[in-house]
C-alpha cells in the first residue's frame, strides 16, 4: 500500500514559520490534505486538495505539494498552533486507498 | 452544521465483537457522501477502517476486512460498525467521519475510546 513519510517533530518560535512535509511516491500526482489534531480531540481538517482552506480555517494555514513531497507551512506561528499534524491522500490504485501520514508533532517553543 | 456523534461500549473483552454506533445530524446520510471509520491507538496515528454510501456500499482495509462490517440505518440517520475477534491491538479511539469518496474527511466525530481487557 501507499506510504506516506512524515517528520516526526517539528520546533518553531512563536512568529516564525513552521514547514512539516509529506513525502509519498509521485505524491505531486495526488490530492494532499491536512490535518490538526490537538491532544484529546479529533482531527481538524486544515488545508484540503494541496491548498485549499475550509471556512474558518485561517490564511496562516497553506500548502503546496510537487515531485515526492507536500508541504503544510504555518506562517506567524502561534502557541494555538501547538499540535499533531497528519498528510492524508487517497490512493485510487490500492485496495486500501485512504492512507494517513504518520504525523508531526508542531512544538512552539 | 454537520455533527457526529460516537457511541458504544467502552470496554470489550478480548475475542468478542466491538459495536460503535455513529449519529448524524444536521445532514441526511441519503443526501450522499460515505461515511467512515477511522481509528487513533493511543499515542500513534490515524488508521481507516472503512466506509459505506447510504446505498450501503462498502469498502474496507484490507488488514481488517475479514473482521469488519460497517451498515447504515438511513431511517435514523446513523451507520455502524461491528469488528470481531478484537485483541489488546484494537484498543484506540474510534473516529467516525464524513467524506467525498477519493476526497478529505471533512467532519469527525469527538471518538470514543474502545479498551480491549478481560
Known amino acids: 500500500s501507499y506510504v506516506l513519510t512524515q517528520p516526526p517533530s517539528v520546533s518553531v518560535a512563536p512568529g516564525q514559520t513552521a514547514r512539516i512535509t509529506c513525502g509519498g511516491n509521485n505524491i505531486g500526482s495526488k490530492s494532499v490534505h491536512w490535518y490538526q489534531q490537538k491532544p484529546g480531540q479529533a482531527p481538524v481538517l486544515v488545508v484540503y486538495d494541496d491548498s485549499d482552506r475550509p471556512s474558518g480555517i485561517p490564511e496562516r494555514f497553506s500548502g503546496s505539494n510537487s515531485g515526492n513531497t507536500a508541504t503544510l507551512t504555518i506562517s506567524r506561528v502561534e502557541a494555538g498552533d501547538e499540535a499533531d499534524y497528519y498528510c492524508q491522500v487517497w490512493d485510487s490504485s490500492s485496495d486500501h486507498p485512504y492512507v494517513f501520514g504518520t504525523g508531526t508533532k508542531v512544538t512552539v517553543l | 452544521q454537520v455533527q457526529l456523534q460516537e457511541s458504544g461500549p467502552g470496554l470489550v473483552k478480548p475475542s468478542e465483537t466491538l459495536s460503535l454506533t455513529c449519529a448524524v445530524s444536521?445532514?441526511?446520510?441519503?443526501?450522499?457522501?460515505?461515511w467512515g471509520w477511522i481509528r487513533q491507538p493511543p499515542g500513534k496515528g490515524l488508521e481507516w477502517i472503512g466506509s459505506i454510501y447510504h446505498s450501503g456500499s462498502t469498502y474496507y482495509n484490507p488488514s481488517l476486512k475479514s473482521r469488519v462490517t460497517i451498515s447504515v440505518d438511513t431511517s435514523k440517520n446513523q451507520f455502524s460498525l461491528k469488528l470481531s475477534s478484537v485483541t489488546a491491538a484494537d484498543t484506540a479511539v474510534y473516529y467516525c467521519?464524513?467524506?467525498?469518496?477519493?476526497?478529505?474527511?471533512?467532519?469527525w466525530g469527538q471518538g470514543t475510546l474502545v479498551t480491549v481487557s478481560s
Open positions: 444536521g445532514y441526511s446520510i441519503s443526501s450522499g457522501y460515505y
Open positions: 467521519a464524513r467524506h467525498k469518496p477519493g476526497a478529505n474527511f471533512d467532519y
